[in-house]
């Protein structure tokens, strides 16, 4: 290998330029005859190159070259003589010579590309290898350059092929395998990359690439210790490498650790060391960690401009949908599904994810059949468990599964527990039972608008209550309401998972639920630590974690009938009723008007407060339909994004129905929003993902809902809600009798009013209502646990 010395990390395919005549590869020079003067001087300075006597070998072929000014060794010579010297513009004059007088010159060709890479001509690169490699198949250079050269264009496919030919000509070229390592590492072919790292250990120990590789790998699996291990014994040998103090950044963000992320990442600062996109990428992730929103878009976008592999975009699309700009997500997306096709899989499901969230359904009947096949076929995380359950097509079964994938990473963290493991319940039965509730929710959010009473009436004689915060840290009105209802309000955003999870088991909860399971800010690396001896999954989170770190998942007999509970890993407990509570102290604001509002005064004002990932073109179609069949009906849909406003307002236009007919509503404080739901005549449901506090919303100021049920816990929660409520007529089973009975109800104002009065009248009765009678049903559930427990502990 010709050039300056590359870093000890630095990959193969992004070091200088290979003398490749010269190796243990035989020359695929042509003759060129000469006089015998000039072919000794040839010779002989042949062998002062091999010699590393640069300057004596180029003296020498320059004189040749008076004498033979086509001779293609000399020429050849010299071009790699002006690479190694760094002047790489005369070296590609003079590999250009050299091809030009003598075609068929293979070692050339490639080291022609290997000039054209370094000048970062990759196009021009390609060309070259691949004349190489055509004139030389069974040559394993050119055929290697190919794959550095595919894989540098982001055409990770051919790239692929390109390794794996030059392997198969030459099955121990080590840089070969590290390369083909590299790239399946990219594309997230984690297994075969793992083993290919392992290989290469046992026989090459010298390449420290690899072990940088191999704990990258099992980070990626969530193996956090065995990474650790593999990344100190790495810095041991290249003490603060920057490549490495990244992938010990991106560990302590794994792991929640923040100070220690931060620390880290200072130590690597403005390292050229390191790629630009993955030093830009984990400054990214670090901000967005530590709640700097413009600072992770600005680090995040620039990441975006300096490249990367399929899982980078991947990575950073998720970043950029999260920091609220997800034009620029499906942009990233768009652009690596160009590049990569097949083996970019997520790039596909997070787009479709990304296009859901603004109701653009341009390419939905393509797309979504890719995505299911997609998604069913794969033995990887493609989607999150929480999108699956909005994504329709997906049945119960495929939900288990994608739960249950979702939890086998999480094992890594429950062989490092369980911290409650010799934790035995204190069988005294007067003593209070100590319950913890998990939440990154616990303040303005959906879950605390429902569950805020819930709190405040437990039973303090037999209870304990105990709250542990994690994720954004506030201090709004409900904040300060869910401080005062219990008895310890603990903090937990600033602890790594391991240090919150020591926390709560040494606190000695008896029983901790977990209210958020796979959403958004939720840490179940905690719960995998088995921090309490029982642990319960409820109300967050609308099915199975799918792992065996969760005891019992609280429910009701609607969304999940008996005759299902062998899709859930955990064990299924029943409330009697809704397993959603309501929050008895919920106020309502003053009541606007129509006029107010920009409503119609005497139309029938159809509503949905549900979120627009929410929304299919099967039922907006339904809902368009209904605008049809129901004179001067508008419907008034909550939709803050423009580019989701305009998506919405074609599709109505591509069903005929005008603009005027579809009214938006934005984000306004809780009480103002439950105020001005007392003007909509009827709410209408989504499938396969109900509206839960949105329905529940609704309910409480006396709006009927009407619902389609499915198959699925998330699409039969407004169904329990209903028959908690008194009115389960207003459950469907299909999309044609929800349009028929929403065409009844909104031609017959009437039959609307009876609801209205029927939910006005039921307040005072119906277990919707009774939030005192759900909390002593909750309790008993606990208490039954715990007797279980007892049980269980005496047998043993």
């Not at 039972?433 to 303005?444: K, P, V």
Request: with cysteine; proline share 6%.
């Amino acid at each position: 290998m010709l050039g300056p010395a590359g870093d000890v990390l630095k990959h193969p395919e992004s070091t200088g330029v290979f003398l490749t005549e010269m190796t243990e590869i035989p020359s695929k020079s042509p003759a060129s005859p000469m006089p015998g003067d000039t072919a000794l001087a040839l010779k002989r300075g042949i062998e002062l190159f091999r010699g590393g006597r640069l300057t004596d070998a180029e003296r020498l072929m320059r004189r040749v070259i008076q004498h033979a000014p086509a001779a293609p060794d000399a020429l050849h010579i010299l071009g790699l003589a002006a690479a190694r010297a760094g002047r790489l513009d005369e070296a590609e004059r003079l590999l250009r010579r050299c091809v030009a007088v003598a075609p068929t010159y293979v070692d050339a060709h490639n080291n022609l590309g290997n000039v054209l890479m370094a000048r970062g001509g990759l196009d021009a690169a390609l060309r070259s290898y691949a004349e190489a490699a055509r004139r030389a198949p069974d040559y394993v250079l050119p055929q290697y350059n190919l794959g550095n050269v595919l894989r540098a264009l982001g055409r990770f496919e051919e790239a692929e092929t390109a390794y794996r030919r030059a392997l198969a000509l030459a099955p121990d070229y080590a840089d070969a395998r590290v390369n083909l390592g590299n790239l399946l590492l990219e594309v997230g072919a984690d297994a075969e990359a793992e083993a290919i790292a392992l290989d290469l250990l046992a026989h090459r120990p010298d390449r420290p690439e690899v072990r940088l590789n191999l704990g990258n790998i099992y980070r990626r699996r969530g193996r956090l210790l065995e990474a650790r291990t593999q990344y100190e014994m790495l810095l041991a040998v290249r003490p603060g490498h920057p490549r490495v103090l990244l992938s010990l950044v991106l560990l302590a963000l794994d792991e929640h650790d923040l100070p220690e992320a931060e620390r880290l990442f200072a130590l690597v600062g403005d390292s050229q060391a390191a790629p630009a996109h993955e030093r830009l990428a984990a400054l990214a992730l670090l901000r967005s960690a530590m709640q700097d929103k413009a600072g992770a878009l600005d680090a995040a976008l620039q990441a975006d401009r300096a490249g990367g592999g399929p899982e980078h975009a991947v990575m950073l699309a998720g970043l950029l949908s999260e920091l609220g700009n997800g034009a620029a997500a499906i942009k990233v997306l768009r652009q690596t599904l160009a590049r990569h096709g097949a083996r970019a899989p997520r790039a596909s499901v997070m787009l479709l994810d990304e296009q859901r969230a603004v109701c653009d359904w341009r390419d939905w009947a393509r797309s979504l059949p890719e995505v299911l096949e997609r998604i069913r076929g794969s033995d990887r995380v493609l989607i999150e468990p929480f999108s699956a359950q909005s994504l329709p097509g997906l049945s119960a079964a495929d939900l288990c599964r994608i739960a249950r994938l979702h939890a086998r990473r999480l094992q890594p963290w429950m062989e490092r527990g369980p911290l409650a493991g010799s934790v035995v319940l204190d069988p005294a039965p007067d003593r209070r039972l100590r319950i913890g509730y998990l939440s990154a929710d616990l303040r303005e959010h959906p879950t605390a608008y429902l569950s805020a009473g819930v709190f405040e009436l437990h039973d303090r004689e037999r209870f304990e209550i105990y709250a542990y915060a994690i994720g954004p840290t506030t201090d709004g009105p409900m904040r300060r309401r869910l401080r005062a209802a219990f008895d310890q309000f603990i903090e937990l955003s600033d602890l790594s998972h391991e240090a919150a999870a020591r926390r709560i088991a040494a606190d000695g909860i008896d029983i901790l639920v977990d209210l958020g399971g796979y959403t958004k800010y939720s840490c179940p690396e905690i719960l995998a630590l088995r921090p309490a001896p029982i642990q319960v999954g409820w109300l967050g989170f609308p099915g199975t974690l799918g792992g065996a770190f969760m005891d019992y998942l609280i429910a009701d007999r609607v969304v999940a009938p008996q005759e299902a509970a062998a899709g859930y890993a955990e064990t299924l407990v029943y409330l009697p009723h809704s397993y959603l509570p309501v929050d008895h102290r919920r106020t309502v604001g003053r009541i606007p008007s129509r006029a107010e509002l920009g409503l119609p005064q005497e139309a029938c004002v159809f509503g949905s407060f549900n979120q627009p990932h929410k929304l299919t073109p099967e039922v907006f179609a339904c809902w368009c339909a209904l605008l049809a069949a129901v004179p001067g009906s508008v419907l008034w849909i909550y939709v803050k994004d423009a580019r989701a406003r305009e998506n919405l307002l074609r599709e109505a236009g591509a069903r005929g129905i005008a603009a005027q007919r579809l009214h938006f509503a934005g984000s306004c404080p809780q009480p103002e929003h439950l105020a001005r739901l007392a003007q909509v005549d009827l709410i209408l449901d989504t499938l396969p993902y109900n509206g839960h506090t949105t329905t529940s919303d609704a309910i409480w100021v006396g709006v009927p809902v009407l619902t389609c049920t499915g198959e699925t816990w998330p699409s039969r929660v407004a169904a329990g809600l209903l028959t908690a409520a008194g009115i389960p007529e207003l459950v469907v089973g299909t999309l044609d009798a929800y349009l028929e009975r929403a065409i009844q109800l909104g031609n017959n104002p009437a039959m609307r009013a009876d609801l209205r009065a029927r939910l006005a009248a039921s307040r005072s009765c119906a277990p919707f209502f009774d939030t005192r009678g759900f909390v002593r049903a909750l309790e008993a559930l606990y208490t039954g646990m715990r007797a279980g427990r007892r049980t269980e502990q005496g047998s043993g």
